[in-house]
């Protein structure tokens, strides 16, 4: 039995090639907003920081209506270090869009993606979108797409997926590039016919997978799934089977199903629909909501191990308390606590006492995207270098690969092999798109890649287009020497000198400005050789000396370099820490005496 009233779909892709906008064209186009509704652009990228930085972090539902047919679509993340979040979307889907740039082709997020989907058997809709773009190349691009469902061992069966054209931009979607098409039909249609009804007997025992959860304030927890099975209704005795195999009775207060922007209450929810439930004070992600007599749990939801950790330790700089109201390791505790239920691809262990704590993620950027959310609510906290989660494979150290694309200027091709040769790349293939760039593939320890980013853009003068997927686990890859330089270090307490700052730029960049506090042991700035140096940055020049002091009006200071966060994390070494607060990133030694370093 199906409900071919419903189609349930994700839209995946690597980072940037428009998912997010074409989920905008097809809620504008199904009529959910009225003709006056101001609508902000990516509307489904609606929490702060997806906004800020212009890329979806979590995965989201939707709901739109064509004809007769209500699609839920799922919009997720394309950047690599939030694959968890795509994992968990197509356990509730029937079939995928799998968006690909018309003009940059298949990258590492789209095979990840793509491998998921094939690992899955779920079906696709390969769109190929910006086909508007001055540079693109659609049937190279389509053949690239081709190659790489073949790289994945796709069956035959596999490879005779529908193609649409897209313009998700202008919401235009063509089925051959001739096409006169001016609107999505062309898609819609296509999803009705390629992508099946969900399967499910809504007289069956009632199976619901929890794939999210949200949070309102009258209503408590709210978990967001698919129901396999059954029938749910308002004021129904369920029971949720826990991850760890109990139990727990409870009662549905209420239901609701998505529709654009909104959330739609409903007494009775659809067999194969996508709904949020409240009333389910608890849930996790990937426990089932079944039936209080007869439970039939579903599978676990499983997804792919943290490759890389970072220690997150409360705040112990001389400025702690200052600027968060979250100080304590309690706070901490249960500000991580929190962030599991939701984050299913993030691990936390104590490390060494109640003050500290490993957090293992997939990146990181997924981790920086946590420690700044933190910042935001008022958390202080001390964050420590990246470390690579290291696996012990027939008795021998494995340590986490990646496979690293790099797109650059062929000029600049010198500087990027011999950079990655360094830190124990390898090359893999060369593509010359006879265009000026070049694309570049190795594989990398995970390792290889802190830091790199910013020495690559540095490199390349900011024209490289870096990505990288993870590769599984290979044998310990030796030795990979970290950052070339050393740290410059405020030696005492005080505030910061233009007269000071003016006669220590020359050993260094630095991280100040003047008439900043310090303390002694925080790292004011990079020093030009390899080791650390304490200095005096709160000198003030000798008021005696006239000749100085007039002098000191034409000082030049170089502007420092201000670190954010992402860029502190990649700086620090193993025995550094990023001090976070919600008003400052400040760097530091472990530890802090210059007497006992
Ligand atoms: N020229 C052109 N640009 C597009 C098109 N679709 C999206 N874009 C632009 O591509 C950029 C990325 O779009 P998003 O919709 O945020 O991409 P995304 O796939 O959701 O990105 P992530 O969620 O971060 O992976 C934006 O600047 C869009 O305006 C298109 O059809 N043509
Ligand atoms: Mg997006």
């Known amino acids: ?200 007997d809504s007289e069956a025992v009632l199976q619901m997978l929890v794939a999210n959860l949200d949070y309102s304030d009258y209503l408590g927890r709210l978990a967001i799934g698919r129901v396999f099975n059954g029938t749910l209704r308002v004021n129904d005795e369920v029971a949720i089977a826990k991850l760890d195999g109990s139990l727990h009775k409870t009662k ?33 992600i990937g426990e089932t909501v079944t039936s209080a007599e007869n439970p039939q749990p579903l599978a676990h939801i499983q997804i792919d191990e943290p490759t890389i950790a970072m220690t997150f330790s409360i705040n112990t700089s001389p400025f702690s308390g200052r600027e968060g109201q979250y100080v304590t390791s309690r706070n901490l505790r249960d500000r991580l606590d929190k962030e599991l239920l939701t984050n299913v691809s993030i691990k936390v262990e104590e490390a060494g006492g109640p003050d500290a704590y490993k957090v293992m993620g997939r990146g990181e950027l997924q981790l920086a995207i946590l420690i700044e959310m933190m910042r935001r609510e008022g958390f202080e906290l001390a964050v420590g270098k990246p470390e690579i989660l290291t696996k012990q494979i027939n008795g021998k150290t494995h340590e986490p690969q990646e496979l690293l694309v790099i797109d650059c200027p062929d000029n600049f091709v010198g500087v990027v092999i011999e950079k990655l040769g360094a830190r124990k790349g390898k090359m893999e293939k060369m593509i010359n798109h006879g265009s000026g760039r070049v694309r570049l593939e190795f594989l990398i320890p995970s390792r290889g890649l802190i830091g790199l980013r910013s020495e690559m853009m540095t490199d390349t003068k900011g024209t490289a287009i870096m990505n990288s997927l993870f590769h599984g686990y290979v044998e310990w890859q030796g030795d990979i020497s970290s950052r070339p330089t050393g740290s410059l270090i405020a030696d005492r307490a005080g505030r910061t000198t233009g007269y000071a700052l003016f006669n220590l730029q020359e050993r260094g960049d630095m991280f100040v400005g003047s008439g900043l506090e310090v303390y002694e042991g925080m790292i004011v700035g990079e020093n030009a050789r390899d080791s650390d140096l304490d200095v005096n940055i709160v000198k003030e020049k000798k008021l005696t000396n006239m000749r100085a002091s007039s002098a000191d009006e034409a000082i030049r200071l170089v502007p420092p370099r201000l670190l954010n966060l992402e860029q502190a994390i990649e700086f620090i070494r193993d025995d550094e820490l990023v001090e976070v607060t919600p008003q400052s990133i400040r760097l530091r030694k472990k530890i802090l005496k210059g007497n006992q370093r």
Do not use: W
């Open 252 to 284: 549905i207060t209420k239901l609701y199903s998505f529709e654009g922007l909104k959330r739609v209450d409903e007494a009775v929810g659809r067999t194969g629909d996508i709904l949020a439930i409240a009333g389910v004070e608890g849930i996790t």
């Open 1 to 200: 039995m199906s409900n071919n009233s419903i189609r349930n779909i994700a839209i995946i892709a690597h980072v940037d090639h428009g998912k997010t906008t074409l989920v905008d064209a097809m809620l504008k186009q199904s009529g959910i907003f009225r003709a006056n509704e101001e609508v902000a652009e990516r509307a489904m990228d609606s929490n702060d920081l997806e906004r800020e930085r212009g890329i979806t972090i979590l995965a989201k539902a939707t709901g739109v209506r064509y004809g007769e047919t209500k699609i839920n679509i799922i919009d997720t993340p394309g950047h690599s270090d939030f694959g968890g979040e795509v994992e968990r979307a197509l356990k509730i889907v029937d079939g995928v869009m799998l968006l690909v740039d018309a003009s940059e082709g298949p990258l590492p997020q789209t095979r990840y993606v793509l491998s998921k989907a094939l690992e899955a058997k779920l079906p696709q809709i390969v769109v190929i979108n910006k086909i508007d773009r001055p540079d693109a190349r659609i049937q190279e691009v389509l053949n690239e797409v081709y190659d790489l469902f073949i790289d994945l061992d796709a069956h035959e069966d596999q490879l005779s997926f529908p193609v649409i054209y897209t313009n998700g931009k202008a919401g235009i979607a063509k089925l051959t590039l001739e096409d006169p098409s001016e609107n999505l039909q062309p898609l819609f249609e296509s999803i009705i016919k390629h992508i099946p009804a969900p399967a499910g």
